[in-house]
């Protein structure tokens, strides 16, 4: 059998029908794990970044809440204080309310112990009670009873001793004296007296007796005692009832039972 006979014009396009074309590659770029990797990158700093915000945020909010509650105790410390302060007076303003105290003069404050062998001593502490105050300036001393805010007794002192209250004061003094048996009653009519400042309560205590119908008003020193009259329905006398002490107070007011 004769081989077929193939012209070489066919050879080649057989051979460029079976033999792969020439081709020119196209390069593709991809954005696959490099792109995965740089989300991720990116993510835990945006995660870092939150976290330290959400930490200064509340560090912050903590010293805000610390700083605020201080400033309030501060406020109600101040108040407190203020309120104390306003709400209670000292010792010297309520003694104030009184007798008019000297300004240019530091006094000195005790308190009285031992009252009984204080009476001994002196007669300036004859109603005086263990506990009461004793203020003492360079040219006023006073007895004083921050219990029932009366002032027991007072006399000048140093350069102008043995003057009346009076000259130093500007006020009528009065002697309080219970003379109708029933207790307390002369330092109840004291209180009628607190912040009046035309008068001074300089001592209360018991009459010589108790047996007085009404009060009596004693005027010593010839003041203007109108109101007093007024108050007690009564007439001023000049002269002390026979038995009772004398005494250095400008008006003595014996208390009766009507």
């Given at each position: 059998?004769q081989k077929p006979?193939?012209?070489?014009?066919?050879?080649?396009?057989?051979?460029?029908?079976?033999?792969?074309?020439?081709?020119?590659?196209?390069?593709?770029?991809?954005?696959?794990?490099?792109?995965?990797?740089?989300?991720?990158?990116?993510g835990a700093l945006?995660?870092?970044?939150?976290?330290?915000?959400?930490?200064?945020?509340?560090?912050?909010?903590?010293?805000?809440?610390?700083?605020?509650?201080?400033?309030?105790?501060?406020?109600?410390?101040?108040?407190?204080?203020?309120?104390?302060?306003?709400?209670?007076?000292?010792?010297?303003?309520?003694?104030?309310?009184?007798?008019?105290?000297?300004?240019?003069?530091?006094?000195k404050i005790t308190?009285?112990?031992?009252?009984?062998?204080?009476?001994?001593?002196?007669?300036?502490?004859?109603?005086?009670?263990?506990?009461?105050?004793?203020?003492?300036?360079?040219?006023?001393?006073?007895?004083?009873?921050?219990?029932?805010?009366?002032?027991?007794?007072?006399?000048?002192?140093?350069?102008?001793?043995?003057?009346?209250?009076?000259?130093?004061?500007?006020?009528?003094?009065?002697?309080?004296?219970?003379?109708?048996?029933?207790?307390?009653?002369?330092?109840?009519?004291?209180?009628?007296?607190?912040?009046?400042?035309?008068?001074?309560?300089?001592?209360?205590?018991?009459?010589?007796?108790?047996?007085?119908?009404?009060?009596?008003?004693?005027?010593?020193?010839?003041?203007?005692?109108?109101?007093?009259?007024?108050?007690?329905?009564?007439?001023?006398?000049?002269?002390?009832?026979?038995?009772?002490?004398?005494?250095?107070?400008?008006?003595?007011?014996?208390?009766?039972?009507?």
């Amino acid at each position: 059998m004769q081989k077929p006979i193939v012209k070489q014009e066919q050879k080649e396009e057989n051979f460029d029908a079976i033999a792969p074309q020439r081709q020119t590659p196209i390069m593709v770029k991809t954005n696959g794990p490099q792109g995965k990797t740089k989300l991720g990158s990116m993510g835990a700093l945006f995660l870092v970044l939150f976290l330290a915000a959400a930490g200064a945020g509340a560090w912050f909010y903590w010293q805000y809440n610390g700083l605020n509650k201080q400033v309030s105790d501060l406020e109600a410390l101040n108040l407190d204080s203020q309120k104390n302060f306003e709400g209670e007076p000292s010792l010297l303003d309520k003694i104030n309310q009184h007798i008019l105290l000297p300004h240019d003069q530091e006094p000195k404050i005790t308190t009285i112990e031992n009252v009984g062998a204080l009476k001994k001593q002196e007669a300036f502490y004859e109603y005086a009670q263990d506990g009461d105050s004793l203020v003492q300036f360079s040219s006023l001393e006073i007895i004083y009873n921050p219990v029932a805010d009366v002032i027991v007794n007072a006399r000048t002192r140093g350069a102008v001793a043995g003057a009346e209250i009076r000259a130093v004061q500007g006020a009528i003094t009065i002697d309080i004296r219970n003379g109708a048996g029933k207790a307390g009653l002369a330092g109840k009519t004291a209180e009628t007296f607190k912040g009046v400042k035309e008068f001074i309560v300089q001592s209360t205590g018991n009459a010589a007796k108790n047996s007085y119908a009404k009060t009596i008003i004693v005027n010593r020193t010839e003041k203007d005692v109108t109101g007093l009259e007024k108050q007690f329905n009564t007439q001023a006398v000049k002269d002390l009832p026979a038995g009772e002490r004398s005494s250095t107070a400008d008006v003595v007011i014996i208390l009766g039972r009507s």
